[in-house]
């Protein structure tokens, strides 16, 4: 969804800390970015040539401890930054199963392929998930206290941790999700997990592994997540959007010919019509570049 929502021109910003699945580890992670908090030194670890941090996902890494210490900072300011200025916030919630480290106590974002031997597995309990999702709320409700937060729990499953243990953790998620929603203002549910599951409901919707969903099933859970926070009216500019969108990855089979110069200058004309209410600039300058390049030659 943040990858749509990036596509329709919205202001975004996905993942900049990489992906995280645990509810402790996602709320640990912006509260690091609104409090423009180092990252713990404890958290560093070597693995091979590369460094990288229990807290934060394995896109994350720098052959040198500081190179690392150094590129966490500017994403957690980024963030933070972020997080001041949003109107919504979207919180996916992947597992409840963590890993602790035996070492301090503290759950681990992401192993690193370390040994199991420096962990704990457990299964965090929904007064844990609550607990973290309150520390995280109250500083955020300290510097944006009208943004609305928007929780959901992924459809993806977690087969390698069993599929009793993987129903167990969805189910802690999404009691989890409702005891927070009844009890946070400005939050709220949005259904991918039953849609998913209950709604479309047959693996024709899931790719090859027969886990993650189809491009058809991400659709059809955007048009349901359209519905339901989109007005009409931007829901009809968004159609627009999707119409020029497609004329702009259209490669034309004679480019240069006069049929071809015609479908720039429309697609200039339909990008103009909608300039005022999305940032469509870049596109603008691309197509004006081509019609330039063609008619000079």
Known sequence: MGRKLSEHKFQTTVNPLGTLYHPEAIHHALGMALQQQDPD????VLSGESWFHFDFHSSHSHPSKEGLASQLKLHLSGLGNFLQKTDRIILTYGTAWGYVRRSNGMLAANCHKQPGSLFDKRLSSLKEIVQSFEHFFTLLNSVRPDVRIILTVSPVRHIRDGIPENNLSKSTLRVACEEITRNFPGTEYFPAYEIFLDDLRDYRFCKDDLIHPTTMAEDYIWTKFSETYFDKELRLLLERWTEIRNRLQHRPFRPGTENHIQFLKQTIEKLES????????????????????????
């Open 41 to 44: 030194s404890e958290g560093f």
């Open 274 to 297: 909608i300039r005022s209410r999305m940032d469509v600039e870049e596109e603008i300058k691309m197509i004006e570049s081509q019609l330039k390049h063609h008619v000079k030659a």
